[in-house]
């Protein structure tokens, strides 16, 4: 098929955290992360001048894209004829998915805007229902950090929130001169697999409380940063009292919210 690049490319906007992938391979590296496991369809969020999306529309699956960015918009619209009806143009973070997918299984893919990097991670988890496989790029730094196990500096509310409900996997890293603008910082791509058949075994609610009430003082043991929670003397004595939070696993937040939900 002809190729006709009948417009100018996209001039980098700052403020939309756009830093375009000029690679091929990195970007067909990144298209290759998804397993097509649970699902016929995939999201990319933000797909700029279409550099990944080019090669999810080679795959076995259905592609919608997801861009704020009215100037990208019509380059695709110009430059993807087929993706045309599958062009979302609104902000990821506002946009209720479900007018598209009505309670469909869709992944999500992308090399994401930076700027809202844990947004989009904080709004797959609350449709974690719909969403089988996250994969994508961001700052080296975040990816890491949803990643990483306890015991790690970066381990914290993003590893734990996410760890809960998905299998992370950090997969590879991508240097800033394969950009353009390029990054201050290294780039990280990974991939979530969300947990089969799981149920999160506590109150969910109180989960994500407990996890960010411990981590907002992480330096301090639970008793001390979780006293709003007007816990039991009796509780409180607890060993899993006496830890700080990046002591503590996945398993061991769902336990100590047990705890907290059957104390009287
Ligand atoms: N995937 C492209 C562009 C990555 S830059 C590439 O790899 O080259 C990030 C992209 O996300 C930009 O196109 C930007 O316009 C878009 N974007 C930023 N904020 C967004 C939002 N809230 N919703 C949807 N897209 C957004």
């Keep these: ?20 992938l000029n690679d091929e391979s990195v970007a067909e590296k990144i298209a290759n992360t998804l ?38 918009v019509a380059y695709l619209q110009a430059n993807y004829l087929n993706l045309a009806p599958r062009i979302i143009e609104k902000d990821f973070l ?15 893919i ?29 700052q080296k730094e975040v990816a890491q950090r949803i990643c990483s196990k306890e015991g790690s500096k970066v381990y914290g509310i993003l590893s ?8 992370a996997e950090y997969l590879f890293t991508v240097p800033p001169n394969v950009f353009n ?22 109150d969910e609610k109180l989960f994500f409380k407990t996890v960010k009430t411990a981590f907002q003082q992480r330096r301090k043991t639970l008793r001390n940063s979780l006293k ?14 006496g830890k700080r939070p990046e002591q503590l696993c996945v398993e061991d937040f769902i336990a100590l919210t047990q705890l907290i939900e059957n104390d009287v």
Excluded: W
């Design 160 to 167: 734990v929130l996410t760890q809960a409900f998905y299998d």
């Design 181 to 202: 603008p390029p990054p201050k910082v290294d780039s990280g791509v990974l991939r979530l697999k969300r947990k089969v058949n799981f149920t999160l075994p506590c």
């Design 110 to 138: 992308g090399n994401f805007p930076y700027n809202i990097s844990t947004q989009i991670v904080f709004k797959t988890l609350e449709m974690r229902d719909q969403i089988p496989e996250f994969s994508g790029m961001f």
């Design 228 to 241: 709003t929670f007007n816990i039991s003397d009796n509780l409180k004595a607890n060993p899993i009292f």
């Design 35 to 72: 397993t097509l496991e649970h699902y016929k369809t995939v999201l990319e969020i933000g797909p700029g001048m279409g550099v990944l999306t080019k090669y999810l529309l080679k795959k076995d699956l259905t592609t919608y894209v997801i861009e704020i960015d009215t100037e990208s």
């Design 94 to 108: 506002k946009f209720d998915l479900n007018d598209v997918f009505k309670g469909e299984p869709f992944a999500i």
């Design 1 to 20: 098929m002809a190729h006709h690049q009948n417009q100018n490319q996209v001039k980098a906007k700052k403020h939309l955290g756009q830093h375009f």
